[in-house]
T-cell receptor
Framework: KNEVEQSPQNLTAQEGEFITINCSYS?????LHWLQQHPGGGIVSLFM???GKKKHGRLIATINIQEKHSSLHITASHPRDSAVYIC????????????FGQGTRLTINP | GAGVSQTPSNKVTEKGKYVELRCDPI?????LYWYRQSLGQGPEFLIY????????DSGLPNDRFFAVRPEGSVSTLKIQRTERGDSAVYLC??????????????FGEGSWLTVV
């Protein structure tokens, strides 16, 4: 089993601020997923990464495999970024199912 | 459609009734997952299909829950004798391969089940 811890659980910021959400996991993995969930339940996959850094628009995800830690950053945050951000990892090496963090509820105020 | 489609989007049922939730994955995706998400929690794994077979059903909470994928595409999650504690969002996801194979996972919008 892989435990996944996210921090903070809730984050409120002003439009334009730089946002960082952290994810730590307990067991070695080959890939980590960052997901975004809007009110109403729909989940969108943002990143799947196994090393280093990935960037998509204003979103940046980094991972340190040795430290079992990943971060999701949002630059120039906007109210439309308000959502729950969830990281997820496979349960063990080679496992085909994901275990999810509890999510970070992000609110960006205009 | 191009994405993962789930029906119904909302279902209210009485305690003790039988419920079926349907998932139509992205065409060609061999891996299909069911997850359950309670209010304020992250999704929890229920079952994983690779093709037609349930490769891992270790997350099904008890024998009232069952899922099938008879032709390797559409899947149905079946819940018998529903209980109020079954109320949750049931999420379906699909991917070209397994979650640990470096594939992006695509989620549906979920089926909101309320048992009254």
């Amino acid at each position: 089993k892989n435990e996944v811890e996210q921090s903070p659980q809730n984050l409120t910021a002003q439009e334009g601020e730089f946002i960082t959400i952290n994810c730590s996991y307990s067991v070695g993995i080959s890939a980590l997923h960052w997901l975004q969930q809007h009110p109403g339940g729909g989940i969108v996959s943002l990143f799947m990464l196994s090393s280093g850094k990935k960037k998509h628009g204003r979103l940046i995800a980094t991972i340190n495999i040795q430290e079992k830690h990943s971060s999701l950053h949002i630059t120039a945050s906007h109210p439309r970024d308000s959502a729950v951000y969830i990281c997820a990892v496979p349960t063990t090496q080679g496992a085909q199912k994901l275990v999810f963090g509890q999510g970070t509820r992000l609110t960006i105020n205009p | 459609g191009a994405g993962v489609s789930q029906t119904p989007s909302n279902k209210v049922t009485e305690k003790g009734k039988y419920v079926e939730l349907r998932c139509d994955p992205i065409s060609g995706h061999t891996a299909l997952y069911w997850y359950r998400q309670s209010l304020g929690q992250g999704p929890e794994f229920l079952i994983y299909f690779q093709g037609t077979g349930a490769a891992d059903d270790s997350g099904l909470p008890n024998d009232r829950f069952f899922a099938v994928r008879p032709e390797g595409s559409v899947s149905t999650l079946k819940i018998q004798r529903t209980e109020r504690g079954d109320s949750a969002v049931y999420l379906c996801a699909s991917s070209p391969g397994g979650a640990n194979s470096g594939n992006t996972i695509y989620f549906g919008e979920g089926s909101w089940l309320t048992v009254v």
